[in-house]
């Protein structure tokens, strides 16, 4: 208990005179020790690093996790160690709808066979971006937060060392220079005038007793200057560690990357595959867009194309060396066929259409084209007509007008 008490008095010393050094130096009323440029550029792009790798980190998980609550919901988890629970993703929570919309409108109508397609993409999707989210936490939240919570964590510590360190070093070259003004009033030459010899007595004995305050003052000071040494040269490796955090950060920034962009390209190619099953679909738009049109006289893309004239199918040659063939081996080229003298019907394009190979005419939603049908054509394809351009086009991307 005695032991306690004494290191209790002495802390407390030790805090008073860190205190008073502390509010001397802010008053400017004592001198601090400055520590060199290069140490202080440390210190600068330390916290630097520290400031923009939590702003980084933020709009991270931000990114990754929109919803505030299941973001504080994550960070209770993470403190509990415990396992954050699967959460479903709203593509799949959406897929989930439209699969039960599908069966309650009937699976073979239209419109439900549309949704399950969907609901599917969808689904996978949702897929995707948990894997993404999986991913980046790993790859790249996860050193960010280890920095922060570890490697800043000992630098913040062993800073705050160095400034106390630095507080009682300047304490102890205050106290020093205090002692030796003392020491030096002490061996002034006394005067003389006075006749009492006693007083002789006590200027000689404070002159000794302030010579060994000196001394006394002089050993602390170089032990607090050593021991000020050796944590600046800790806190210094710590701060040239900085280099290698950013080497780290760097290559999990091409992880994140890597990541993100694998997660894109997987999101295009599934909504391709979607489009391509959706101008599949067998008069789905063309025929509610005709019911809705007074002009309209068909119901379906076989009917609409049924009505349109038809145009003499251009002969299948063999492929002979040496002789050009105007068509393919049992494919049609549009190139090569002319349009009707009369019938030919006007249609307005619902969706932008990219065509996948020289066949094909590429569309733009609201644009006018004039469309025709070939016999033996495939009942979900039209000719269709721009200027001087010519190719096949999905029927579900048009309205059929009079």
Same mark, same amino acid.
């Given at each position: 208990?005695?032991?306690?008490?004494?290191?209790?008095?002495?802390?407390?010393?030790?805090?008073?005179?860190?205190?008073?050094?502390?509010?001397?130096?802010?008053?400017?009323?004592?001198?601090?020790?400055?520590?060199?440029?290069?140490?202080?550029?440390?210190?600068?792009?330390?916290?630097?690093?520290?400031?923009?790798?939590?702003?980084?980190?933020?709009?991270?998980?931000?990114?990754?996790?929109?919803?505030?609550?299941?973001?504080?919901?994550?960070?209770?988890?993470?403190?509990?160690?415990?396992?954050?629970?699967?959460?479903?993703?709203?593509?799949?929570?959406?897929?989930?709808?439209?699969?039960?919309?599908?069966?309650?409108?009937?699976?073979?109508?239209?419109?439900?066979?549309?949704?399950?397609?969907?609901?599917?993409?969808?689904?996978?999707?949702?897929?995707?971006?948990?894997?993404f989210i999986r991913s980046a936490s790993i790859s790249f939240l996860t050193p960010l937060r280890n920095f922060l919570e570890g490697d800043w964590r000992t630098i913040s510590k062993e800073r705050r060392i160095l400034q106390n360190r630095r507080l009682d070093l300047d304490a102890c070259k205050a106290r020093l220079k205090k002692a030796k003004a003392a020491e030096a009033k002490a061996a002034a030459?006394?005067?003389?005038?006075?006749?009492?010899?006693?007083?002789?007595?006590?200027?000689?004995?404070?002159?000794?007793?302030?010579?060994?305050? !000196?001394?006394?003052?002089?050993? *602390?000071?170089? &032990?607090?200057?050593? +021991?000020?040494?050796?944590? %600046?040269?800790? #806190? @210094?490796?710590?701060?040239?560690?900085?280099?290698?955090?950013?080497?780290?950060?760097?290559?999990?920034?091409?992880?994140?990357?890597?990541?993100?962009?694998?997660?894109?390209?997987?999101?295009?190619?599934?909504?391709?595959?979607?489009?391509?099953?959706?101008?599949?679909?067998?008069?789905?738009?063309?025929?509610?867009?005709?019911?809705?049109?007074?002009?309209?006289?068909?119901?379906?893309?076989?009917?609409?194309?049924?009505?349109?004239?038809?145009?003499?199918?251009?002969?299948?040659?063999?492929?002979?060396?040496? !002789?050009?063939?105007?068509?393919? *081996?049992?494919? &049609?080229?549009?190139? +090569?066929?002319?349009?009707? %003298?009369?019938? #030919? @019907?006007?249609?307005?394009?619902?969706?932008?259409?990219?065509?996948?190979?020289?066949?094909?005419?590429?569309?733009?939603?609201?644009?006018?084209?004039?469309?025709?049908?070939?016999?033996?054509?495939?009942?979900?394809?039209?000719?269709?007509?721009?200027?001087?351009?010519?190719?096949?086009?999905?029927?579900?991307?048009?309205?059929?007008?009079?």
């Amino acid at each position: 208990m005695e032991f306690n008490v004494k290191k209790l008095a002495s802390d407390a010393g030790v805090f008073f005179s860190r205190a008073m050094q502390f509010t001397e130096e802010k008053l400017g009323q004592a001198e601090k020790t400055e520590l060199d440029a290069h140490f202080e550029n440390l210190l600068a792009r330390a916290d630097c690093t520290k400031n923009w790798t939590e702003k980084i980190l933020r709009q991270t998980e931000v990114l990754l996790q929109p919803n505030p609550s299941a973001r504080v919901e994550e960070f209770l988890y993470e403190k509990l160690d415990r396992k954050v629970p699967s959460r479903v993703t709203n593509g799949e929570l959406l897929a989930q709808y439209m699969t039960e919309a599908a069966n309650d409108f009937g699976p073979g109508t239209p419109y439900g066979k549309t949704l399950i397609k969907v609901g599917e993409t969808q689904r996978r999707l949702g897929a995707a971006e948990r894997e993404f989210i999986r991913s980046a936490s790993i790859s790249f939240l996860t050193p960010l937060r280890n920095f922060l919570e570890g490697d800043w964590r000992t630098i913040s510590k062993e800073r705050r060392i160095l400034q106390n360190r630095r507080l009682d070093l300047d304490a102890c070259k205050a106290r020093l220079k205090k002692a030796k003004a003392a020491e030096a009033k002490a061996a002034a030459v006394p005067d003389f005038q006075e006749t009492r010899p006693r007083n002789y007595v006590l200027s000689a004995s404070a002159s000794a007793l302030w010579s060994d305050e !000196v001394e006394k003052a002089e050993h *602390e000071l170089r &032990l607090t200057q050593t +021991e000020f040494d050796r944590q %600046a040269e800790v #806190t @210094r490796l710590l701060l040239e560690g900085i280099s290698s955090t950013h080497v780290n950060h760097l290559r999990c920034l091409h992880e994140f990357v890597e990541s993100q962009t694998n997660y894109y390209a997987q999101c295009y190619q599934f909504m391709l595959d979607l489009q391509k099953q959706l101008g599949g679909f067998s008069g789905t738009f063309v025929g509610n867009a005709e019911s809705t049109s007074p002009a309209a006289a068909t119901s379906s893309p076989a009917a609409a194309a049924a009505t349109l004239p038809a145009v003499p199918t251009i002969p299948v040659v063999p492929t002979i060396v040496g !002789v050009p063939n105007t068509v393919a *081996e049992g494919v &049609l080229n549009p190139n +090569e066929v002319k349009p009707p %003298a009369s019938g #030919t @019907r006007r249609a307005r394009v619902l969706y932008d259409y990219e065509a996948a190979d020289s066949t094909e005419l590429a569309l733009l939603a609201d644009e006018m084209i004039t469309v025709y049908s070939l016999p033996g054509m495939d009942p979900d394809w039209l000719i269709g007509e721009r200027g001087n351009q010519k190719g096949k086009v999905p029927v579900t991307y048009l309205e059929l007008l009079s």
